[in-house]
């Protein structure tokens, strides 16, 4: 366990996710963590040269700003960068981006994973990696700009999108484990990138960069932070991928607890010592990532959040202001159960007109079609705690273990219908929160870097002491079962669709 210090200590955790990103001060007094955010900026990926990309710049400016104004409130003994998954920058032989990183939503990613599919096949892209076959996974992206583009001419250096904000404070030029293993192109198992796939699908290898482990010390901050405000601050890679971090501030984690970090994604998955990679994970397409002090975390990409995000979206260019906590009252109000859709269909993958995509796939597999925000609502939130439950089901017959309880952690743990759905579908314990574990993981894992905090087992004994949990139990609904197996159903028939199942 950690020993009580004399004085707190300051960490900084820079939080980017797919629709807004934050810097938060968290502070460890030798019993109690805790954070705080000092500052929020949204963003979002927006067309160049005909492609989805990231405003780096915009991110960089919010991210500096963001830590010079936390800094002017007390010393910060470290800044730790963690982000969404599989997106990368390019960096020429200076250190500089040879253009905007690319946007996983791009449409680009869907002809891409069917040009690797039908270059090695399935199976090879999935025993080579362990990685979940997906649209939206760094290797298709690598693969289109292979082949219809000259920006992998101009790079020297990949780094993974947590890494190339590490990279603009550190100087540093190197990739973090649990960054890397989403890329579909990186082995947790032997800990090293896969070249022989790239060579075969013509990715040159000469990109990739070395792997650190997260807790690697990157240097003093540099450049103008690191001459005024951040003097003296180590830049620390934490879990780079948020998922990751969230997960170790996960207060239960383990075989038999499914995790589920809720926000734009859902990643619903349990932690084990150690990658399956076999027929049957294969089978069951689930993705092996890289976790904290070698760990895996064997789990699913569900869409998550993002499609009431889109609906949002949609609604407001409407005239429609709904807040999150206006959708959900209105869809409590709904019958659960009337439709349901496969969340990880093509059809919700890119930006657009959300809702009338719920309602086509509705009509489109002769279910009542949801007429109003209310019902939309009910229908994603009952499809996505269904989803839940299918790959629950879809671990316990590949690890031999059923879990027992659910741990719900991020900015969807507040969402109570979706908490109380998920109990109702798994029929299991749902425990929600914390809220803030990627920030409270990101912060955790440079402490235990700085000596504050001996491992993970006292990181999770600080979170559980420290973080505000409740409990949601199942409810008896015979609907949710008939539910979950006309799910199964769709699932299939939109993965033989994707070219992941036999036609």
Same mark, same amino acid.
Do not use: K
């Given at each position: 366990?950690?020993?009580?210090?004399?004085?707190?200590?300051?960490?900084?955790?820079?939080?980017?996710?797919?629709?807004?990103?934050?810097?938060?001060?968290?502070?460890?007094?030798?019993?109690?963590?805790?954070?705080?955010?000092?500052?929020?900026?949204?963003?979002?990926?927006?067309?160049?040269?005909?492609?989805?990309?990231?405003?780096?710049?915009?991110?960089?400016?919010?991210?500096?700003?963001?830590?010079?104004?936390?800094?002017?409130?007390?010393?910060?003994?470290?800044?730790?960068?963690?982000?969404?998954?599989?997106?990368? $920058?390019?960096?020429?032989?200076? *250190?500089?981006? &040879?253009? %905007? /990183?690319?946007?996983?939503?791009?449409?680009?990613? @869907?002809? #891409?994973?069917?040009?690797?599919?039908?270059?090695?096949?399935?199976?090879?892209?999935?025993?080579?990696?362990?990685?979940?076959?997906?649209?939206?996974?760094?290797?298709?992206?690598?693969?289109?700009?292979?082949?219809?583009?000259?920006?992998?001419?101009?790079?020297?250096?990949?780094?993974?999108?947590?890494?190339?904000?590490?990279?603009?404070?550190?100087?540093?030029?190197?990739?973090?484990?649990?960054?890397?293993?989403?890329?579909?192109?990186?082995?947790?198992?032997?800990?090293?990138?896969?070249?022989?796939?790239?060579?075969?699908?013509?990715?040159?290898?000469?990109?990739?960069?070395?792997?650190?482990?997260?807790?690697?010390?990157?240097?003093?901050?540099?450049?103008?932070? $690191?001459?005024?405000?951040?003097? *003296?601050?180590? &830049?620390? %890679? /934490?879990?780079?991928?948020?998922?990751?971090?969230? @997960?170790? #501030?996960?207060?239960?984690?383990?075989?038999?607890?499914?995790?589920?970090?809720?926000?734009?994604?859902?990643?619903?998955?349990?932690?084990?010592?150690?990658?399956?990679?076999?027929?049957?994970?294969?089978?069951?397409?689930?993705?092996?990532?890289?976790?904290?002090?070698?760990?895996?975390?064997?789990?699913?990409?569900?869409?998550?959040?993002?499609?009431?995000?889109?609906?949002?979206?949609?609604?407001?260019?409407?005239?429609?202001?709904?807040?999150?906590?206006?959708?959900?009252?209105?869809?409590?109000?709904?019958?659960?159960?009337?439709?349901?859709?496969?969340?990880?269909?093509?059809?919700?993958?890119?930006?657009?007109?959300?809702?009338?995509?719920?309602?086509?796939?509705?009509?489109?597999?002769?279910?009542?079609?949801?007429?109003?925000? %209310?019902?939309?609502?009910?229908?994603?939130?009952?499809?996505?705690?269904?989803?839940?439950?299918?790959?629950?089901?879809?671990?316990?017959?590949?690890?031999?273990?059923?879990?027992?309880?659910?741990?719900?952690?991020?900015?969807?743990?507040?969402?109570?219908?979706?908490?109380?759905?998920?109990?109702?579908?798994?029929?299991?314990?749902?425990?929600?929160?914390?809220?803030?574990?990627?920030?409270?993981?990101?912060?955790?894992?440079?402490?235990?870097?700085?000596?504050?905090?001996?491992?993970?087992?006292?990181?999770?004994?600080?979170?559980?002491?420290?973080?505000?949990?409740?409990?949601?139990?199942?409810?008896?609904?015979?609907?949710?079962?008939?539910?979950?197996?006309?799910?199964?159903?769709?699932?299939?028939?939109?993965?033989?669709?994707?070219?992941?199942?036999?036609?």
């Amino acid at each position: 366990m950690s020993t009580p210090t004399t004085s707190t200590v300051s960490v900084a955790a820079v939080d980017l996710g797919a629709e807004s990103g934050r810097v938060v001060r968290a502070e460890f007094d030798g019993a109690r963590l805790t954070v705080e955010e000092t500052s929020r900026f949204p963003h979002g990926p927006v067309p160049v040269d005909g492609i989805l990309r990231w405003d780096v710049d915009l991110l960089a400016r919010s991210v500096t700003d963001g830590l010079a104004a936390l800094a002017a409130d007390g010393p910060v003994a470290s800044v730790g960068v963690d982000g969404w998954g599989v997106d990368y $920058g390019l960096l020429d032989a200076d *250190g500089v981006l &040879v253009d %905007a /990183p690319t946007c996983y939503r791009d449409p680009r990613q @869907v002809p #891409a994973m069917d040009q690797a599919l039908a270059t090695v096949g399935r199976e090879r892209l999935y025993t080579a990696t362990g990685v979940q076959l997906n649209e939206i996974n760094t290797v298709f992206a690598l693969l289109s700009d292979a082949r219809t583009t000259t920006r992998l001419d101009r790079a020297a250096t990949l780094l993974m999108l947590p890494d190339v904000f590490s990279h603009l404070l550190s100087g540093a030029r190197v990739t973090e484990f649990t960054a890397a293993s989403t890329s579909g192109l990186f082995h947790i198992g032997t800990g090293r990138w896969v070249t022989e796939l790239a060579d075969e699908l013509g990715i040159p290898t000469r990109v990739f960069p070395e792997v650190v482990p997260p807790g690697t010390d990157l240097g003093p901050v540099t450049g103008e932070l $690191g001459a005024g405000p951040l003097a *003296g601050t180590r &830049v620390i %890679a /934490p879990a780079g991928h948020d998922t990751a971090s969230a @997960v170790v #501030a996960t207060p239960s984690a383990g075989p038999d607890v499914l995790f589920i970090s809720s926000g734009t994604w859902s990643l619903v998955g349990v932690e084990l010592p150690g990658p399956v990679v076999t027929p049957a994970s294969l089978a069951a397409n689930l993705t092996n990532e890289g976790g904290y002090a070698g760990t895996t975390r064997l789990l699913r990409n569900v869409m998550g959040l993002w499609l009431l995000q889109e609906c949002r979206r949609t609604w407001a260019a409407q005239g429609l202001q709904l807040s999150y906590a206006d959708l959900i009252a209105l869809a409590g109000a709904e019958l659960p159960l009337r439709s349901v859709v496969n969340p990880n269909a093509r059809d919700f993958l890119g930006r657009g007109d959300m809702p009338a995509r719920v309602q086509d796939y509705c009509r489109r597999t002769g279910q009542p079609v949801p007429a109003t925000p %209310a019902a939309v609502t009910r229908c994603v939130v009952d499809s996505l705690a269904l989803s839940y439950r299918t790959t629950a089901e879809d671990i316990a017959a590949v690890t031999g273990t059923a879990p027992s309880s659910v741990s719900i952690t991020g900015g969807g743990s507040r969402n109570e219908l979706l908490a109380q759905a998920t109990a109702d579908a798994t029929g299991l314990p749902v425990r929600c929160g914390p809220v803030e574990a990627t920030s409270l993981g990101n912060a955790a894992v440079q402490l235990v870097a700085l000596g504050e905090l001996g491992g993970i087992d006292d990181v999770r004994a600080v979170v559980a002491r420290t973080a505000d949990l409740r409990t949601w139990s199942p409810r008896s609904d015979q609907r949710w079962e008939q539910a979950a197996a006309l799910l199964r159903d769709r699932t299939q028939d939109d993965d033989r669709q994707r070219g992941l199942l036999p036609t």
